[in-house]
């Protein structure tokens, strides 16, 4: 039997090398996932293992508390110590505006410093160095001047003495320079954040030193060992938990999409082969030796498309670390990687064989009598317990589909419910498969019926005559497309929901606001840009914490002082009762669920403090949530140093640009950002990852394609004396060509139409049910060209999956083919 099995996997070879290849896409996603995960971990580790070089011992410094580092430096076992912090900066730029930079202090002691010098030298009094993205960025080269803006926004030139390598990943866009004394650039007044004070020893163990430091600096500073700042450096910043979640979740698809195609395969396989099996259990072969036969074949698909799938996961990981600018490239091919790599190809091609080799353990040996390739069973019924699991699960669905419509307790759990009906109604869709694609595919037939006449007759009658291998031959790329339909129209609804928020609820045209996160603007630049021909209307904001308080109920809350008037022109929120455009002088605007909190109402007073000031303030409106803020009140009643940002409306017909350039000129740090550059900044970072989302699930809606293409290759075979048939009956050959590439195109639509309108009702469900929350609603939005673009190239790719296969058929002898059977 093992000769026998053997010798028919050399003559099927070409079969299983093309079921093997949806295997092989699955398995490359997760080794490639498990190796990209290592290489960026180990990218990472580097990284924060060098900023952590040198150094035994460190003070953790944030908010009021602050340490004199005389005082660490005092410390027995201490040999060096330094502040380690960053500090943004103004650095001009082109035209003389300015844009934020990192500033980062240069340690006294080289033992402690992270940076690594690339060209020239560190810097000296007078000099700065700059990293090599700075460098790359500004056009900047070992003697060129740079200017930043001290605290009085004086202009303070440096030449750039030296490039270095900063061993961290920067902020994009933001400059990294490095300076031996920052002093002149930081407010005494404003608390540390995010600052250390690293320290060398002299020669005493790191435990032992931060035991001295802890004695010395006292109980509210946090003092860990120079390995614990590592790997906390690297737990911090250097998660990749987010890229292999989301390279995992492709990867899911794909070997769902695999098994589907194998398991037809098998399925298809087996059917061809029933006289040949009943051929062996007519010389004696068990049932155990044809099961064990069946699966033997199928572990020779899974263990190559492990190994070659291991090949093409590498590969994989190579490319997307030059994709995301990983230098070096790192490829860790560890145990676990190879081990995860044959554990699913080999587990899921087993796994998937296993029902086709069950039924082939049914074969009779009276099969080998009849001449007919299919029996009438196979080919024409779905059974009973099909349509009763597929009720059940469509249940199952409307019942979660219920729950999180009407669910109170929260849009997580609303997202979590939608997500299950999603799965479970694809789930109720693939298993009813063969009650719904007969009707469908002669609905879709009809217009191929209309043009080509008998050869799509004939390629409609092909396509339902047996409806279980249909709906399993489409099933792959009806997940496929489902998933890639879902996401679609929730990125969709998601830019929508944010295009329309921001035009209605911030009808602004510009925005000016600060380079520099911790300088406010001038107040006085309010009126001066409004005082411009052709602004229509200008307000200042100013962010403020307060804490409310109405009788003996308080809160804290994230408030917008505002210029009077701003509320309802430049800023419109969604007005719950009252006039918030009557906000001037002691008034106050709270949203819903503040007020509910603090128990006010519209016409209540509430005492509301910022740092000591205390104001007595009337509510005269309340809203639903704005912008991220709690509440409203009018700038004028609060003192303030200046203002965060500034809301420009132009007149009809005016250079917004061009006004606000004049307008600003004599504040560099004053930047101007249109509402409409916003929106399409982030309308494109959606479509760059919906880009990158259609791309990964390509490649498991391809490998459904590859189904297609292998069952209409095994379809031809299975059909040869059919196809003689029509050829000796007068069919030609362009005419035997066109009734399978419509019967491909019919099938790749009909899985493509189901998996639209399951991943459409998906999403739909999952936008209206979060949107049930007040702080998440969101519009339902169907991209009807982008659907349009993906039935075209489905169409296109089913007319591709049929070109060999047609062609082989076309060309197979009529003599040959009538003596086959």
């Not at 250390?196 to 005493?204: A, E, F, L, T």
């Not at 009788?551 to 009077?564: C, F, H, I, K, L």
């Not at 095994?714 to 419509?742: C, K, N, P, Y």
């Not at 493509?752 to 009702?761: E, F, Q, T």
Request: net charge positive.
């Amino acid at each position: 039997m093992l000769r026998t099995t053997l010798a028919g996997i050399r003559a099927r070879f070409a079969r299983l090398v093309l079921s093997s290849i949806a295997i092989l896409v699955g398995v490359a996603f997760v080794s490639g996932t498990m190796v990209l995960a290592d290489a960026l971990k180990a990218t990472m580790r580097d990284e924060f293992a060098r900023s952590a070089r040198g150094v035994d011992a460190v003070v953790e410094l944030g908010g009021e508390l602050k340490l004199d580092v005389a005082t660490v430096q005092a410390v027995d076992g201490v040999a060096s110590a330094g502040l380690r912090r960053s500090v943004p900066v103004p650095v001009v730029g082109a035209g003389g505006r300015a844009d934020e930079a990192d500033l980062v202090a240069l340690a006294a002691d080289p033992v402690l410093r992270p940076q690594e010098i690339r060209q020239g030298a560190m810097p000296a009094a007078g000099q700065i160095a700059v990293s090599e993205q700075t460098a790359r960025d500004r056009g900047l080269a070992v003697g060129s001047e740079l200017v930043l803006l001290g605290r009085d926004s004086a202009p303070v030139r440096f030449t750039v003495s030296g490039v270095y390598d900063s061993g961290t990943v920067e902020r994009p866009g933001t400059a990294q320079l490095l300076l031996p004394d920052v002093t002149p650039f930081v407010d005494p007044a404003e608390p540390l954040y995010n600052a250390q004070i690293v320290v060398r020893s002299s020669g005493v163990d790191q435990a032992t030193l931060a035991d001295r430091l802890r004695t010395a600096v006292g109980g509210e500073f946090l003092v860990t060992t120079g390995a614990a700042y590592a790997e906390n450096l690297l737990a911090r910043y250097g998660g990749t938990e987010d890229v292999a979640m989301a390279m995992t979740l492709f990867a899911v698809v794909a070997l769902i999409v695999a098994a589907m195609v194998v398991m037809n395969t098998f399925t298809i396989l087996i059917a061809q082969r029933t006289r040949e099996l009943g051929l062996l259990r007519s010389i004696g072969a068990e049932r155990k030796q044809i099961f064990r036969s069946v699966l033997l074949e199928s572990a020779v698909v899974g263990v190559l498309a492990s190994v070659l799938g291991l090949a093409a996961g590498i590969g994989l990981a190579a490319a997307l670390q030059s994709v995301l600018g990983s230098s070096p490239v790192r490829l860790p091919v560890g145990a676990p990687a190879v081990a995860a790599a044959f554990a699913v190809g080999l587990g899921v091609t087993l796994l998937a064989a296993v029902l086709p080799a069950r039924r082939a353990t049914r074969v009779s040996p009276m099969e080998v009598l009849r001449t007919q390739a299919d029996s009438r069973e196979e080919v024409a019924r779905t059974g009973r317990a099909r349509t009763v699991v597929a009720v059940v699960l469509a249940s199952v669905a409307g019942l979660l589909t219920v729950l999180a419509m009407t669910s109170g307790a929260g849009p997580k759990f609303a997202m979590v419910l939608a997500i299950g009906a999603g799965m479970v109604l694809l789930g109720a869709v693939v298993t009813a498969g063969p009650l719904l694609v007969g009707p469908l595919i002669r609905l879709l037939g009809a217009v191929p019926r209309s043009l080509f006449g008998v050869p799509a007759a004939l390629a409609v009658g092909n396509a339902i005559r047996n409806p279980r291998r249909t709906a399993a031959t489409m099933a792959a790329l009806l997940v496929g497309v489902s998933v890639v339909t879902m996401l679609t129209v929730i990125a969709t609804s998601v830019k929508e929901t944010r295009d329309t928020e921001l035009e209605q609820r911030f009808p602004a045209d510009y925005e000016v606001r600060s380079a520099v996160s911790d300088r406010r603007l001038p107040a006085s630049l309010v009126d001066q840009i409004a005082a411009r021909p052709g602004v229509a209307r200008a307000g200042g904001e100013s962010r403020l914490s307060l804490t409310l308080r109405a009788g003996d109920t308080s809160r804290w809350s994230d408030t917008a002082a505002v210029t009077s008037g701003s509320l309802g022109t430049l800023i419109r929120p969604e007005v719950v009762r009252g006039d918030p455009g009557s906000l001037r002088g002691n008034g106050i605007v709270l949203t819903e669920e503040l007020a509910r909190s603090v128990r006010a109402d519209v016409g209540s007073e509430v005492l509301a403090t910022a740092d000591s000031v205390s104001r007595t303030l009337r509510v005269v409106a309340v809203i639903k949530p704005a912008g991220g803020m709690d509440a409203y009140t009018d700038l004028a009643v609060w003192s303030g140093d200046g203002v965060d940002t500034i809301a420009v409306k132009m007149a009809p017909g005016a250079d917004g640009r061009s006004v606000l350039d004049a307008a600003t000129r004599s504040v560099p740090t004053a930047k101007i950002v249109s509402f409409a550059d916003v929106r399409t900044e982030f309308t494109a970072r959606v479509d760059q990852l919906l880009a990158f989302v259609w791309a990964m699930i390509g490649l498991a809606v391809l490998t459904a394609l590859f189904g297609i293409a292998n069952t209409m290759t095994l379809s031809v075979i299975e059909r040869t004396w059919e196809s003689a048939l029509l050829r000796a009956l007068g069919f030609t050959r362009a005419q035997l060509r066109r009734t399978l590439v419509v019967e491909s195109s019919l099938i790749a639509l009909t899985g493509a139409v189901l998996g639209a309108v399951v991943g459409g009702a998906s999403a739909a469900l999952l936008v209206v049910a979060v949107s049930r929350d007040d702080d998440l609603r969101m519009v339902v939005s169907v991209p009807f060209g982008q659907l349009a673009a993906l039935f075209v190239a489905v169409g296109i790719a089913g007319v591709l999956a049929a070109v060999l296969p047609a062609r082989r058929a076309a060309s197979a002898s009529i003599v040959a083919g009538m003596s086959d059977h």
